[in-house]
């Protein structure tokens, strides 16, 4: 898969009743080092009414959660790359590019990129979010020795994959309505024989504030 352009790129991004944050977001990602990429927004929940959310693609589809919100955004995409964005992680300018350039290096169809993930400045003072990084109960980026992340940070905030291996396993588990998806999903690339390399090139900033 050498040949890789933007164009073979969807960016997923699963949403509800986060608006101001996710046109954040969004605003980012039409502000990239490349263009050509197709960002998808599926909204989980038909009771949901979304403001004018510029030039990305709307789905909406019945609220069943993320992991089926995921679902649905790779159905409705063709590309052979899938790259998986929270609504709240706001994306450094390199960040598609970065994953992008990790799956040229790594063509294997086995292969998985993840991303890194940091506080937003507007939130990385926080009690809450301070405490989070510390203990590493949200992610675990400092313990990652080498390229290899290892199945249990498939952080699906900021992830990306062959369309072939996603659909191999069968994506995500709909049953799975909220948390642990990725990781149920993780075990299973696993077991078919994906890679997860870290590429901390490709960062996003989490905007997201607890109280």
Same mark, same amino acid.
């Given at each position: 898969?050498? $040949?890789?352009? %933007?164009?073979?790129? =969807?960016? &997923?991004?699963?949403?509800? !009743?986060?608006?101001?944050?996710? /046109? ?15 960002t ?24 069943r ?7 649905? $955004?790779?159905? %409705?995409?063709?590309? =052979?790359? &899938?790259?998986?964005?929270? !609504?709240?992680?706001?994306?450094a /300018? ?21 991303g ?39 952080y ?48 996003c ?7």
């Open positions: 898969m050498r $040949g890789l352009s %933007a164009e073979d790129i =969807a960016v &997923v991004i699963p949403t509800r !009743d986060r608006w101001g944050v996710l /046109a954040r977001t969004l605003d980012s990602l039409q502000r990239q080092s490349i263009s050509g990429f197709t998808v927004v599926v909204v989980d929940g038909d009771d949901q009414r979304p403001p004018d959310l510029g030039d990305a693609r709307i789905e909406i589809k019945a609220h959660g993320p992991g089926a919100a995921r679902n649905w $955004g790779v159905r %409705a995409t063709s590309q =052979a790359l &899938v790259l998986f964005l929270g !609504d709240d992680m706001v994306p /300018a390199n960040l598609v590019e970065a994953h992008l350039k990790a799956h040229i290096r790594h063509s294997s169809s086995d292969a998985a990129v993840l890194r993930a940091k506080w937003h400045p507007e939130v990385a003072s926080g009690a809450i979010e301070r405490w989070l990084e510390w203990s590493h109960t949200q992610f675990n980026y400092d313990s990652i020795q080498d390229a290899h992340a290892g199945f249990g940070r498939f699906s905030c900021n992830v990306s994959l062959k369309r072939d291996l996603f659909e191999r396993v069968g994506g995500f588990d709909e049953d799975f309505t909220y948390y642990y998806e990725d990781l149920d999903l993780g075990w299973r690339l696993h077991e078919q024989g994906m890679t997860l390399f870290y590429e901390p090139e490709a960062l900033y989490h905007l997201h504030r607890y109280d």
